[in-house]
């Protein structure tokens, strides 16, 4: 059932009827208003699937080079993931095959995973298709980042996304054009499937990457949510994405009014004036992590994006930088034999290890054929590297 536009407090109703506790709550949030064409409520996880205990980055790699599932989710780039309260791990990716027999959408620009120790389970909206639902004229929505805030009996997750158009396909020459960030808001009782709230474009469509691209990354903080934006400039062998942070109260983030940027001294109203924390030039891949650990900020991707080959960390004293690039950590050459290897992601609070992050690359092949045959060719990859 889709139900009309309606601000987002008020789709809390809709969502979190039988977690009373969670509704009576997140009626009281001081968010804005925001009218939304997302679909609201009613997602369902699909049955559990028996998984063993995850105790290392061997275990990890054995899970997404063997367990095949049961259709809902054979392969899909980007995998970020947060820990929730109550100790499950939620996991977006972008781009999803589905196979041949599914009932419903094979190919889709979201999906979202549910984990624990001894189930994996996929989120399916009512319809079957991308969980964040594409708008009316096409559009999608790839995730990039994900974050959370715990409140009493639930979390409130916040996904960024990209507005992506494009091949019915995953990657190739030209698969999407980036149109701009958007924001996807979840709320997940305790125990109980993710629910979308709702879906704010931020900006107007736009092709390129010439501004930035807000949520490439994100990170809660003492009380913020940072969200970090890439912009390539478009100049000759420029390869890279620059970095820029912008910062709100976690209730504010549906508002890109209340949005602030660092300008190099302080935190600003204008976009337009956030300072660069690294430069294009040897610079970051477009989507990337970056986080908190022991009063250091670190930054990990691939320098100089697709054209790159180095796993590097950036790492700073505070989230405005400055941001100094530690040596190569590992090679993750783009494309080799018609394999591509892409976006690195960090995962800080998965297997923590003091001194060491666990980072995920994602996989591909020149060839959709290949992945349709294998789609094991087309799931993310894990390793661990040391932190500057």
């Known amino acids: ?16 009827v039988p977690a009373l506790v969670a509704m009576l709550a997140l009626a009281s949030l001081a ?6 064409p997302a ?29 095949r599932g049961r259709g809902e989710f054979e392969g899909a780039d980007v995998g970020a993931d947060v820990t929730l309260q109550d100790g499950r791990r939620l996991w977006v990716f972008g781009d999803t ?18 984990f624990d120790d001894e189930c994996a389970e996929v989120v399916l909206p009512p319809d079957k298709g991308a969980l964040i ?63 979308l709230l709702s879906v704010r474009d931020v900006g107007a469509d736009r092709s390129g990457t010439e501004r930035p691209t807000w949520g490439a990354a994100a990170t809660v903080h003492d009380g913020w949510v940072y ?44 976009a337009e004036d956030a300072a660069l924390l690294v430069p294009a030039q040897g610079g970051v891949s477009q989507t990337l992590s970056v986080f908190e650990r022991a009063g250091r900020w670190y930054a990990v991707s691939k320098r100089d994006e697709f054209l790159g080959t180095d796993l590097v960390i950036w790492s700073a004293p505070s989230p405005t930088g400055p941001f100094t690039a530690g040596p190569p950590l590992a090679s993750i050459p783009s494309s080799s034999k018609g394999r591509l290897r892409y976006m690195p992601l960090a995962h800080p609070d998965l297997l923590p290890e003091e001194g060491s992050v666990v980072v995920s690359y994602s996989q591909n092949d020149t060839d959709p054929a290949v992945v349709a045959e294998d789609p094991f060719l087309y799931r993310p990859r894990f390793l661990r590297v040391p932190l500057p």
């Open 1 to 16: 059932m889709v139900l009309p536009r309606a601000p987002w407090r008020v789709r809390v109703l809709a969502v979190t």
């Open 31 to 36: 968010a804005p208003d925001v009218e939304e």
């Open 39 to 67: 679909r609201v409520g009613a997602a369902e996880q699909t049955r559990c699937l028996p998984i063993e205990p995850i105790r290392s980055v061997a275990d990890l790699n054995d899970l997404v080079a063997k367990v």
């Open 97 to 114: 095959l589905r196979s041949a027999d599914f009932d419903g959408q094979r190919f889709v620009r979201n999906s979202m995973l549910v």
């Open 133 to 195: 639902p594409d708008r009316a004229d096409g559009v999608g929505y790839w995730p990039m980042s994900i974050a959370k805030v715990e409140r009493t009996g639930y979390d409130l997750v916040g996904v960024s996304a990209q507005r992506v158009e494009g091949a019915s396909a995953p990657d190739g020459e030209l698969a999407f054009d980036n149109l701009g960030p958007a924001i996807a808001l979840f709320i997940v009782p305790r125990g109980r499937t993710p629910q």
């Open 227 to 270: 969200l970090y934006g890439t912009a390539n400039p478009g100049e000759r062998l420029v390869f890279g994405f620059d970095l820029r942070v912008a910062r709100v109260r976690p209730d504010d983030i549906l508002d890109v009014g209340r949005w602030r940027y660092w300008d190099g001294e302080s935190w600003g109203r204008r």
